[in-house]
Structure formats: C-alpha cells, structure tokens
C-alpha cells in the first residue's frame, strides 16, 4: 500500500466520520461538497472530519482509487465508505443516513 | 462539447439498461436516471462503481458532474414509472 493509501486509511480508521470534499465547510468549492456538509449538519454530527482534497494533489488522486470511486465528496464512516453526494442524499431522504450517524458516533 | 446523448451512449455500451436518461446541455454537468437488470442484489456504491466504469476516462477527463440515480427493474416500476421504449 502506498504512503498516499495509508495515510487514507489512518484518516477513515481514526476518525469516526471523515468526509472528503472541495473546499471547507466554511467555504465549499462545490455544490456537490456544499450539501454534503449540509446534510451532515443536519444530521447533527459534531464530530465530522472534513479533508480539502484541493488542498491536497495526492490525496485528491489517492482518494479516487481508494474507494475506486471517481468523484468528490466521499464520505466514510467508521472506516467504510459510505457514498458520494447521491447516495448521501438517497440515504438522507430515506432516514437512513441519520441512522448509521447515530451508531457510528454513539 | 459533450453532449447528454453522448453520456447515454457510452453508460450503454457498457451496461445493459432497460431505461437510461441523462439531461444537462451545458457540456459539464448532467443528471442521470438509469434502470439496468445489472444492479440487481448489489448496493447503491456498487451500482454507482458500475455506472463510472462505463464512463471510464471519460469521467475523468471530460464530464464534471454528473448527478445520477439507479435503478434495478423492480425499484424502477416500484416507483410508479414505466419502462418506455425509449432505450
């Protein structure tokens, strides 16, 4: 595993609820990025653990292999990807995204 | 500049769809609707990873955004619509 893949791995291992997106939450790049932290918000995560790929070439090409998912945002809880922008608001209609919030950070 | 049709073209190359529209005309961000029997028994990430694999460097090189929802047979007539002919 490359240095890259396993500083992802430590990131999404050590932190509860990780979501990597464009931009801050303070300051999305992205309208993708930007309702995906809404919709955490709504949530109510305090925890969350936000990474600016934009920040970060190597992470921004890491991240895409890791999950082998091509696209930002991408959240992870528990270690586990979880899905991009889509299926966070698939999961957040449904209630399900609520749901495996409060397991992962009870 | 990419088109819709184009997008629709090359999820369908790849994938065998009962029902696939895409919309968007500014050359940059689309929005996807696609009923394949291949989702079947897999889970919205695994349905999604099958959809960009379809786009392959595409996904990478050309398309920005691209919004999309899918569908096995059954969730799609679940959810009131019809198949068309329209493939």
Redesign the interface.
């Known amino acids: 595993m490359s240095d890259v893949q396993e500083k992802i791995r430590n990131l999404v291992t050590t932190n509860p609820v990780v979501l990597f997106m464009k931009g801050t939450p303070q300051f999305p790049q992205?309208?993708?990025s930007s309702a995906a932290v809404q919709m955490l918000k709504a949530c109510g995560v305090k925890d969350l653990v936000t990474v600016d790929v934009l920040a970060d070439p190597e992470i921004r090409e890491g991240i895409k292999a890791y999950a082998?998912?091509?696209?930002i945002p991408q959240l992870y809880i528990k270690g586990e990807?979880?899905?991009?922008?889509?299926?966070m608001r698939?999961?957040y209609q449904q209630g399900d995204l609520q749901k495996l919030l409060e397991t992962a950070v009870a | 500049m990419l088109t819709a049709e184009q997008i629709k073209n090359y999820i369908m190359q790849d994938l065998s769809c009962d029902y696939v529209a895409v919309q968007g005309n500014d050359g940059q961000h689309f929005e996807a609707v696609i009923v394949s029997p291949q989702f079947a028994g897999k889970n919205?990430?695994q349905q999604?990873?099958l959809v960009?694999k379809a786009l392959g460097e595409h996904?990478?090189e050309e398309i920005h955004?691209?919004?999309?929802?899918t569908f096995t047979p059954e969730a799609w007539a679940r959810t009131g619509n019809e198949i068309t002919s329209e493939r």
């Open positions: 992205c309208g993708f082998n998912w091509p696209t990807f979880v899905g991009g922008a889509d299926i698939e999961m | 919205m990430v999604h990873q960009y996904m990478r955004a691209l919004s999309m929802r």
